[in-house]
T-cell receptor
């Protein structure tokens, strides 16, 4: 059972455009939602994260929007740059149940930003 | 060290052979994680260490997989009698204490190819 569904699988955006990646989750106990960025040959690195007590979090050009009732969250990259080309993973975890360390990842989105 | 270090970066082995993958976490990080990344898939949780203990081994795919951690530092993931389906990138991560809002620091991974 895939608990975090991510879309699209791949995305091509022109420089300066907005990149939008969506994730949906099933487990209502999830209460921490990070996004990780992975460049080829490197491990994932934390980009930005949100908790369900807020509907939006912005850090520079990166914004997470969160919709608790729909059990969805998304990453928006404003003014996309070629250097943003990477694979993006959404993830989720829960503080309850004794496994608050375990992240459940989506399958990833390969973002290509054309110059 | 400055980051999480994994070795080897690439490993090619023959089906049926045993392999050992090494992880050096960030100094002082008590929590250590192993994840597996198959081609086109998200990261799959394998095992979690808190100190030298592994309270959660639930993600290990079979009894051919084992892991240990010594000195609250280095960890080794061992795969016995490798199979072709074991081919994947094995990622190690560490965090300061281990918890839902902790930032995970990933290594660059070991690309394992089983022929």
């Amino acid at each position: 059972q895939q608990q975090v569904k991510q879309s699209p699988q791949s995305l091509i955006v022109q420089k300066g455009g907005i990149s939008i990646i969506n994730c949906a989750y099933e487990n209502t106990a999830f209460d921490y939602f990070p996004w990780y960025q992975q460049f080829p040959g490197k491990g994932p690195a934390l980009l930005i994260a949100i908790r369900p007590d807020v509907s939006e979090k912005k850090e520079g050009r990166f914004t997470i929007s969160f919709n608790k009732s729909a059990k969805q969250f998304s990453l928006h990259i404003m003014d996309s740059q070629p250097g943003d080309s990477a694979t993006y993973f959404c993830a989720a975890s829960s503080r309850s149940g004794g496994s608050n360390y375990k992240l459940t990842f989506g399958k990833g989105t390969l973002l290509t930003v054309n110059p | 060290g400055a980051g999480v270090s994994q070795s080897p970066s690439n490993k090619v082995t023959e089906k049926g052979k045993d392999v050992e993958l090494r992880c050096d976490p960030i100094s002082g990080h008590t929590a250590l994680y192993w994840y597996r990344q198959r081609l086109g898939q998200g990261l799959e949780f394998l095992i979690y260490f808190q100190g030298n203990s592994a309270p959660d081994k639930s993600g290990l795919p079979s009894d051919r997989f084992s892991a240990e951690r010594t000195g609250e530092s280095v960890s080794t993931l061992t795969i016995q009698r490798t199979q072709q389906e074991d081919s994947a990138v094995y990622l190690c991560a560490s965090s300061r204490k281990g918890g839902t809002n902790e930032k995970l620091f990933f290594g660059s991974g070991t690309q394992l190819s089983v022929l």
